[in-house]
């Protein structure tokens, strides 16, 4: 198997040719724009329900477990496990090219929800369910940050 790391630096350009190409960016709004802008400031933070405590991601207006709209931007650990992957080998976006092939990332975190991510610099043959891995931000603006993941040593 191919030792090949994944991506370079988190969010760097691709170039092809003379052209630099940036990777795109979300365009976050309504809770979405909440997460990101918590990214962006250093936190990774899911909705934690304040009336039964359910932890949720992907943002919603209502908790799956009570139905309660009452909810606050929680601080997660940032520490989560490898649920499932898969290998990108053609890129759906120029940027991305140079970066092939990468593995995209489902991590179970800590507080049960899961988060799609990447995992830089990691080679493929050493993914694993249940890696544990860690969270780290890169801060894109002062809206958008986002959540990346490297490995840490199991507890
Ligand atoms: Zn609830």
């Known amino acids: ?21 940036a990777k795109p960016l979300p ?5 979405n724009a909440d997460f990101y802008r918590e990214c962006a400031n250093g936190r990774l933070c899911f909705q934690r329900c304040d009336d039964c405590g359910s932890w949720r991601h992907l943002p919603r207006y209502l908790c799956a477990s009570c139905g309660s709209a ?3 931007w929680t601080e997660s650990s ?15 976006h120029p940027a991305f090219a140079a970066d092939t092939p990468f593995a995209i990332v489902v991590v179970e975190m800590e507080e049960g929800v899961r988060l799609v991510s990447d995992l830089p610099g990691v080679p493929l ?3 694993a369910i249940d ?3 860690e969270v780290f931000l890169e801060s ?16």
Do not use: C, Y
């Not at 365009?27 to 809770?31: F, H, Q, R, S, V």
């Not at 940032?78 to 759906?92: L, Y």
């Not at 894109?140 to 507890?155: A, K, Q, V, W, Y």
């Open 78 to 92: 940032g520490r989560g496990r490898i649920f499932s992957w898969t290998v990108t080998h053609q890129a759906a």
């Open 70 to 72: 009452a909810f606050r």
């Open 131 to 133: 890696l544990p891995v």
């Open 125 to 127: 043959d050493s993914l």
């Open 1 to 21: 198997m191919s030792q090949k790391s994944i991506g370079r630096a988190a969010g760097a350009p691709s170039q092809i040719g003379d052209n630099l190409i």
């Open 140 to 155: 894109r603006s002062s809206e958008i940050g986002l959540p990346h993941f490297r490995l840490r040593e199991s507890d």
């Open 27 to 31: 365009k976050p709004e309504g809770l």
